[in-house]
């Protein structure tokens, strides 16, 4: 696994990042949604779920590139034994202890939040689609508004994505993001190079976070370790980022 060295200063929480294992089933696959076995899927997830502990509640909710956060009140098992598209969301908050926010990535960019202050945690799921939308200002802002959180205390981790080394789009896309110039190169024939941990970053700043840890892991050129669904051509792979306030 793998972990921020910022989040990890807090006992009052815990986190992780998943890698890939030889020894699991589809290479320690997180995902319930891609096809795979989902009983396998789940032994997967109980492995996992030993690290935070027997009383340790999963929250895994179905992603779909929107600007939607959804807050944890209280504790349903949504999405964590078997796929439940009932909560279409991209981001989970809550100030609620013992109760895991789950992201599944495989190139997008995975955020864990907290604000230890007001005991809140958050995981984001942001694509390109979601960092257009708004879903991380959308986040921070539903934490001020929800629980009164301050950005200046958040801290945040910037989970692995595909870089700017690996990650070429065309004109289409990167006319989204010309209000972050320094996040685009341009390359022969309309492509360019975008650096989305860049524009998420800068947006965090811009919001008055100033606590950001951001991981040096490409998806892509680390798809030995994460799963990359760019390098290994449309793999059903996901690995999983996590977050619980301890009880």
């Not at 944890?72 to 609620?96: M, P, Q, R």
């Not at 981790?157 to 209000?179: L, S």
Request: with cysteine; proline share 2%.
């Amino acid at each position: 696994m793998l972990f921020f060295e910022n989040l990890s200063r807090f006992e009052t929480i815990k986190h992780s990042i998943t890698t890939k294992k030889s020894n699991r089933a589809y290479q320690n696959s997180l995902a319930l949604h891609t096809g795979e076995d989902i009983q396998k899927i789940y032994q997967n997830r109980q492995e996992l779920a030993k690290y935070f502990g027997s009383s340790a509640k999963f929250v895994s909710i179905l992603q779909v590139h929107s600007s939607s956060v959804y807050r944890v009140d209280s504790y349903n098992e949504h999405g964590w034994s078997n796929l439940d598209s009932t909560i279409k969301a991209d981001a989970l908050i809550t100030n609620l202890s013992n109760i895991v926010l789950t992201v599944l990535t495989a190139d997008c960019v995975p955020l864990l939040v907290y604000e230890p202050n007001k005991g809140v945690v958050a995981s984001i799921h942001a694509g390109w689609r979601g960092v257009v939308g708004g879903i991380v200002t959308n986040t921070i802002n539903t934490m001020i508004y929800e629980y009164g959180c301050n950005t200046k205390e958040m801290v945040v981790g910037i989970g692995p994505a595909i870089k700017e080394c690996c990650y070429e789009v065309g004109i289409d896309v990167a006319d989204r993001f010309y209000d972050y110039p320094n996040a685009l190169k341009s390359l022969d024939n309309n492509h360019y190079k975008l650096d989305l941990h860049s524009v998420v970053n800068t947006q965090l700043i811009n919001l008055g976070v100033k606590d950001i840890e951001i991981s040096p892991y490409c998806t892509s050129c680390n798809s030995d370790i994460l799963f990359s669904y760019r390098k290994e051509n449309s793999c059903s792979g996901r690995f999983m980022s996590c977050i619980m306030i301890k009880g």
